[in-house]
């Protein structure tokens, strides 16, 4: 659509994708913060290891992009490839999902040895981590990345003289349904958090996962984009990942609820029951 949100000069210019993801970011951040004021938790916690985090979150993000690319990084071993590997100064790329899970695997870290609540930090990260997905989707569908397959429903988007998107028939906006779901969730886990707000540790957390991940996994039979891995040929990683990701949260959500009985979820263990005696 608008791969270029901005233009000044030739060679200044305003990125869509980039402005609505530093956007995000910084919203997300407020609501962050707001959001841990409310659940009575220490924001000064964040700020003690917030160099940590961002170190975490570098390193990781690395380490899962050269993973994810290790034929261009390795494609002979010496020396300079490993330097290679290693400045991502250079090419200046990092893995988005590594940079997330390198920021969690300090704070958890951290949270423990400062006996802090995981539980509670979750529910708030939930929220601001979808709000966060919310602005970067809808970035994506400005910038043409993330695109869909091709499609003859009147849901079908053409994106016209942008070179990121290969095909030129109407397609998926897969950024768009991203964008949809995401909302959904946020609305839905943001209005049960200030019902059930101190009662459920955890639970927004837990349910958020299992939300975005089964969300996130259906989304991927709509991508046209090129995969960043196939696995056995024919499925991409992003569909393996987020369903295990699914049935991971699921576990979760099912011993969360035969342990405490929600109110939120008591369908569900309805449901569950009804299965089980079947």
């Known amino acids: 659509m608008f791969p270029i949100l901005l233009q000044i000069t030739p060679s200044f210019f305003v990125k869509s994708l980039y402005f609505f993801s530093f956007l995000g970011l910084f919203l997300s951040t ?36 050269v993973a994810l690319n290790y034929q261009f990084y390795f494609f002979e071993l010496s020396f300079g490839s490993l330097i290679k590997a290693v400045a991502f100064w250079a090419d200046k790329s990092l893995s988005f999902w590594g940079i997330i ?23 708030s990260f939930m929220l601001a981590f979808l709000m966060l ?30 070179i990121n998107v290969k095909y030129l028939t109407p397609i998926h906006p897969t950024q768009l349904y991203a964008v949809f ?24 957390f ?15 039979f709509f991508r046209g984009d090129d995969p960043t891995m196939l696995i056995f040929g024919v499925l991409r990683l992003e569909m393996i990942t987020f369903g ?20 939120l979820l008591l369908p569900l263990e309805k449901l569950i029951n009804k299965l089980i005696n079947k």
């Open 181 to 204: 779901y995401c909302s959904l969730i946020f609305m839905f886990l943001w209005a049960s958090q200030k019902k059930y707000r101190h009662q459920y540790e955890g639970l927004i």
């Open 30 to 65: 407020i609501f962050f913060v707001k959001e841990t004021t409310k659940n009575r938790l220490r924001v000064q916690f964040i700020v003690d290891i917030l160099f940590k985090m961002i170190f975490s979150g570098l390193v990781w993000g690395r380490i899962f992009y």
């Open 244 to 263: 295990i990701a699914s049935v991971y949260f699921f576990k979760l959500l099912f011993d969360y609820q035969m342990k405490y009985h929600t109110k």
């Open 101 to 123: 899970f390198g920021v969690i695997l300090c704070f958890v870290s951290n949270a423990n040895k400062r006996q802090e609540n995981p539980k509670k930090w979750g529910d």
């Open 206 to 220: 837990v349910l958020g996962g299992f939300l975005y991940s089964i969300s996130r996994f259906l989304e991927t």
């Open 133 to 162: 997905m919310i602005f970067i989707n809808f970035g994506a569908f400005l910038d043409g990345t993330n695109f869909g397959s091709p499609t003859d429903s009147f849901l079908g988007v053409q994106f016209l003289n942008n």
